[in-house]
Each structure stands twice: as C-alpha cells, then as structure tokens.
C-alpha cells in the first residue's frame, strides 16, 4: 500500500519523483487513511503517535546518532552544524525525515516531506510510544506498507529517484587535511604515499587553497600554477578535490559578489536588502539556493574549477553554518556594553556566556532572512533543511549541462532527502574516538534507507587526536564505505597513513580496499539501480531471527558479505553473531589470509590489529582484485581481462554464480543487467 497525503500548502522539495502510482488522499480524508498512527491536529501543527511493544523497532532516519535501531532517543531534523556528534546530540547536518517501523508481521514507512523541524520522539519521553511532532500544517506525508522491511525501503527509493552515482575514482583512498597550504603539501602528500607505496586517488583541497575565503577563487601566491599542479596529479593518478562554502564573501570588484548582488540572488534581510552574516572570509551573502535562476547561477560558477582540470567537490557550510549576523552581533555588544562595569552576578555571566554561545547558527537569525520561493518571499526558518540540499542540486544540476556525460564528484554537508540525486554525503565533524568508529557502522544502513549511498566518514576522526591503532581499526572499516576519505581538522595530530610507524599495516589494509573496489563498486550500482541497501542491517536479512534483530555492530555489505569491525581499543579480537553458517576470511592482506568454516551461532574471533574480518553467506561469493593497483584505474575489467588477477572467494555451497556490474566508471551511461558479467565458483566451470 502506498499513499502520499498533501496537507495545507506545503512547500515543493522535490524530494519525491515517481508520485504518479501512489495514491493520493485528500485532505479531509487525511484522519482515517493514515493507517496505524493516530493523528492528532496542535496548534502549531501534527502530532503523529503509534504504540510501541516490546518488539517493535524503528529505523531510519539517515543521519544521526545512536544505533540501528533508533528508538530510545529524541532525534530532531534540523540541520545542523554540530561538532559534537555525542549520544546525546539531537540533530547532526542532514534532516531525513523517513522511517520504518518493524512491528511482528507489520511494517511500514513514514516520509514527511516538510522542511520544518521535525521532532521523532522514538520513545524518549515515553518508552512505550513513538510521537512525532510536526511545526507546521503544511506537508506531504507518504506512507508505504509492504511485506518485508527490504520492501519498504524499496518502495520508498523508488519514490525519491535513483541516487547520484559517484565516478569509480571516488571508490579509492582518498587523502584530506584541513591545514594543507600550499602547493607544496599537495605534492608532498602526493609524493609520501607513492614512496610509501600506499594507493592514492585523491586529495582535498581545503578552505586554504581559496584567496582569502572567497569560492571560485585560487589563492595566487599558495597555488602560483594551479593547472599545472591540477596536470601533474592527475598524471600520477590523483584528482585534486577542493570545498565550496556556502557563504560569497561581500568584496567590491570580487565578482562572485558583484554579479550575485546585480542580479539578485543573494538571500534578503526584511527591507529587500542583501542579507550579511558572518562565517569565514568574514561578512557573506548567502546565495539563494532555492530560486531556480540564483541556482542556476551559483551552479554555474564551478565551472571556473572544471576549466582548470577538477573532477570533484565537497560542498560544506551548507546547512547554512552561520558565525553571526550583523543583527545578532548588534545585540551582543549592546547586552556586554550594559554590562561594563557592573558587578556580575551569576545571571549575567550565564547570560554573557549564553549570548557569546548563540551567537552562531541562531534560530533567531534564520527568522531574519528570506528566500523566493515561487514568488514568495519566506522566512528561513521555514525552509532551512533545504538549503545544502539546494546548494548541491545547483553544482548537481549545472554539471549536467556542462559536463553532460562525464560523472563529476559531489558531495554535501547539509542534506535532505531528495539531494540524494544530486551528490553523496560525509557525515561531518566527528572525532578520533572508538564510539564514532562504532557510529560510522551503525549510521550506513540509515544513510542508505535514505538514499545516500556514496557517503562515508572522516576516517580516523575529524576532531582531536587521533592514535595509530584508530587509524588501522577505522581503515577495517572506511575500508568498504563508498567514500574512503581520511580527513582531520587543523590543529589535530597529523593522521596521513605515512605519520605512523606500522606503514606496511597501512599498506595491506589499503590494497585490499583495491582488491575489493570491483565488488563495492559493483554492488554500489546495484543499490542504486535496483533501489537495495547496500548497507544491511541483519534484521532485514534474517527477519524470522529475533537475535539477529539485536545485532548492531555487524552488518552485510552488498549481497555477499557480512563485516564486523574491531572497535574496541586493545582488542585482539570480538564476538561475531552468524544467524547462517559462514565462511570468515580473515585478512591480513590480499595475500596473506585464513579461511574458516563457521557454524550459525556466537564465535569469538581472532581479529590482531591490521587484521580484518569478512564473512562471504552461504551460496555467495566475492570477486577480488589480487594486482597491484595504485589507483582505481588501473583495476582491469573483469570482463576485459577474463578474469587474470582476480581470485574470487567464496561461502558454502557448489554452483556459486556472482554477478558483477562493471561499466568504464566515468560516463552517464550505465550498463544493464543483461551486460553484467557471471564469475563462477572454478570447481562448478
Ligand atoms: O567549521 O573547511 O566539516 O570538514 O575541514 C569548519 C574547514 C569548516 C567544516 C567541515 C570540515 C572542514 C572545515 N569546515
């Protein structure tokens, strides 16, 4: 059953397509087809309940914290630029608004497609009761039942349209630092990891490689040839990939500015003037990312960056991350003026303290500024979580007409759901702790139910100092997301695979994500063009195995393997549940690796640092790359080579048949099933 119901006037996202084959309800309809929830109308909107038993489990939710099974906490959509990834933190950068609820024999799928904040109290206030709270009278709601779990994501993929589909370049390891300068520590990096040996297919560009902050820009004296440097790192293999802010710095003769402010495209304060916060190149306007022709426009000035060879971008600072406006700024000075020379008691160093902390990303500010929105001008409030979501649809949809048939890297910090088509996800700032290694696990599946399927974390940790043992562990796992990018912020200790000792660990590690970049690449499509997970929780795998349900740090990866990472500082080896009989390799390197025979059940395994576990199921095998590549390139084709270099490891079973995806990994066009090559187990040729 699948039913869209438009209450109100709500606002266009865009974030579902196929809408055509749902069935549409009318608004005085609304109360009664809703099935299972009770919906209640609040004075400032919906209020959704449904009971919760003892068994009933929740997913989704794409990007926040906690577990696979989200119930248990308050989580809020509201995009936010929050640092703090803590078990307590409500909202992180994105706002996906679907989840599943798996209740005995039922389950179903809720998306409410508003870009107001939405409140999913999982049985936080009440243990017993999922309550979701709804600001606003206007919204979609799309509900989706169906037979299994799988089938629900399913439906609702098809719903939101095939996700972005990343260059195969992007399936390699990728090398980022907030804090590389110049020219100089580009190559630098480049020409450590050649010595060293390890695999490298990009490196990132950070907000430094910009003249004083400002997008579209080179800073002249840090990056003199630029081209050339664009030239001679692609000649070796690695793609330069540099960040695009938000914000467009406010600078007479810079002609991002001049152009956006001639043509009026930048957001606008309450008298129809341009509206100025504050973030990193000081005073910015903020382009208005939800008008078509300001889309349309900001999309159109990557193209600065196409021209001198790039092949990516990250979009950051999208949510929007706002340091101040000069309204809010205003204001705290009055409030500190009063407080000059006065005897401060505890309420005004609180307050003193409270107005310094509000001063950035200010929900007071977001009521400042509007957008046109067919032909409206509405508050940002209102429309806050589509702002990244627009700003990576504007370089999505200007590469299509500027690079019409090549894949152009993409992805964003803000999301919404509906981005998915337009460009991937990191998962923002986390940091270099054992938890977070353990959160990257559980947010894949989430990520996925959402459609974002190329994303991944910053391996090692964002934030902080990170240790050489969390590098190898978080490597065991980076080491099958899409994105594989080692990132840190200025300040922290280097975490470059080369800073650390166990070098030939690094190694190893990397060139089994080689060796398994034709089968991640392969079931990446297959999620995409078949609307699967390619991260699966055990509980929509094994749905009649109730300690399977339970399992939350392991997971299938495609429909071949099952991983279960090590993160737990000091540990030599973990618990692994099987709800079928397995077949673990344990790897210390393409080469170099055992091979066990599992039976259903509980194992403990051995698992030393720079050892990997990978279960292949029963009736599946996994095709691996045993060459040398260093870069995603030179891995041949299966089907061009016939399969010379390939080992292809395999679970229980006789007639074992993997079907892989291949296409050339850059162009639009992508191959159809019927094109995809069969690997056999050799015993069954
Ligand atoms: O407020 O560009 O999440 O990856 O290194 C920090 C500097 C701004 C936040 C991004 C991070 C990036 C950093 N940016």
Redesign the pocket.
């Known amino acids: 059953m699948k039913r869209v119901f438009s209450i109100g006037n709500p606002i266009k996202t865009d974030a579902a397509l196929q809408e055509e084959i749902w069935q549409s309800v009318s608004a005085e309809q609304t109360m009664e087809h809703l099935p299972y929830l009770q919906v209640e109308e609040t004075e400032e909107g919906y209020r959704f309940s449904y009971p919760l038993n003892d068994t009933t489990r929740i997913y989704g939710l794409g990007e926040q914290v906690r577990g696979i099974n989200k119930r248990g906490f308050e989580y809020v959509s509201l995009c936010s630029?929050n640092p703090n990834h803590h078990e307590n933190a409500h909202s992180l950068y994105g706002a996906h608004n679907f989840l599943v609820v798996s209740d005995g024999p039922c389950c179903f799928g809720l998306f409410l497609d508003t870009p107001s904040a939405v409140r999913f109290d999982c049985g936080f206030w009440n243990m017993d009761e999922l309550v979701i709270h709804v600001p606003s009278k206007d919204m979609k709601v799309y509900f989706m039942e169906e037979d299994g779990l799988l089938e629900v994501i399913k439906a609702f993929r098809q719903l939101i349209g095939k996700s972005y589909v990343a260059p195969k370049w992007a399936f390699g390891y990728q090398q980022s630092r907030?804090g590389y300068m110049d020219e100089g520590d580009i190559r630098n990096v480049a020409k450590r990891y050649k010595e060293l040996d390890i695999p490298l297919d990009a490196i990132y560009l950070?907000?430094d490689y910009m003249e004083r902050f400002k997008d579209f820009t080179i800073h002249p004296e840090r990056f003199p040839r630029f081209e050339e440097l664009v030239a001679d790192m692609k000649a070796e293999g690695v793609h330069l990939v540099p960040?695009i802010?938000a914000g467009v710095k406010v600078e007479e003769g810079y002609p991002v500015y001049e152009e956006g402010v001639a043509l009026g495209h930048f957001c606008k304060n309450a008298a129809g003037e341009d509206f100025v916060v504050g973030v990193?190149p000081g005073f910015v306007h903020l382009p208005d990312m939800l008008e078509p022709d300001a889309r349309s426009w900001f999309g159109h000035w990557y193209k600065v960056l196409l021209d001198k060879g790039i092949e990516g971008f990250w979009n950051?600072?999208n949510e929007p991350?706002l340091f101040y406006s000069k309204e809010g700024l205003e204001q705290f000075f009055a409030y500190m003026h009063n407080l000059e020379g006065k005897n401060l008691d505890v309420n005004d160093v609180f307050g003193m303290r409270w107005m310094a902390d509000n001063l950035a990303n200010s929900q007071e500010d977001y009521k400042r500024f509007f957008h046109k929105v067919e032909g409206r001008m509405v508050p940002h409030d209102q429309v806050h979580n589509l702002y990244g979501y627009m700003m990576t649809r504007a370089a999505g949809e200007a590469f299509d007409e500027m690079e019409p048939d090549k894949r152009i890297l993409l992805f964003s910090?803000s999301s919404y759901i509906g981005m998915h088509r337009y460009g991937g996800i990191w998962t923002?700032?986390n940091q270099s702790r054992w938890s977070h290694l353990l959160m990257n696990l559980q947010m894949m599946p989430s990520l996925n139910m959402c459609g974002f399927i190329y994303t991944g974390a910053?391996m090692g940790g964002?934030g902080e100092n990170s240790t050489e043992d969390l590098v190898i562990r978080w490597l065991g796992l980076s080491m099958f997301t899409p994105l594989m990018r080692n990132?840190a912020?200025?300040g922290t200790r280097e975490q470059e695979l080369y800073q650390f000792p166990h070098t030939d660990i690094m190694r190893n590690l990397v060139k089994l994500r080689y060796g398994l970049v034709p089968y991640l690449y392969s079931e990446y499509m297959k999620s995409i063009l078949e609307e699967t997970l390619m991260f699966t929780p055990l509980a929509f795998a094994y749905p009649e195995d109730a300690r399977a349900a339970e399992v939350e740090d392991q997971v299938l990866v495609g429909e071949s393997l099952m991983i279960a990472p090590v993160y737990v500082q000091n540990a030599t080896g973990r618990y692994v549940y099987l709800p079928e009989e397995m077949t673990c390799y344990r790897f210390r390197s393409l080469e170099d690796y055992d091979v066990m025979e599992l039976e259903r059940g509980d194992h403990y395994l051995r698992a030393a640092l720079g050892e990997v576990l990978v279960f292949v199921r029963p009736g599946h095998g996994l095709p691996l790359y045993t060459g040398n590549a260093g870069h995603v390139t030179e891995i041949p084709s299966y089907a061009e080579c016939e399969g010379e270099g390939y080992a292809f490891l395999t679970g229980k079973g006789k007639n074992i048949t993997y079907l892989l995806y291949e296409d050339d990994g850059i162009s639009k066009a992508y191959s159809e099933r019927k094109d995809w090559t069969p690997i056999h187990k050799q015993e069954d040729l």
Request: charged letters at 40%.
């Open positions: 630029d907030w950070d907000i960040i802010d990193w950051d600072m991350a910090r923002g700032d910053d964002f990132h912020a200025i």
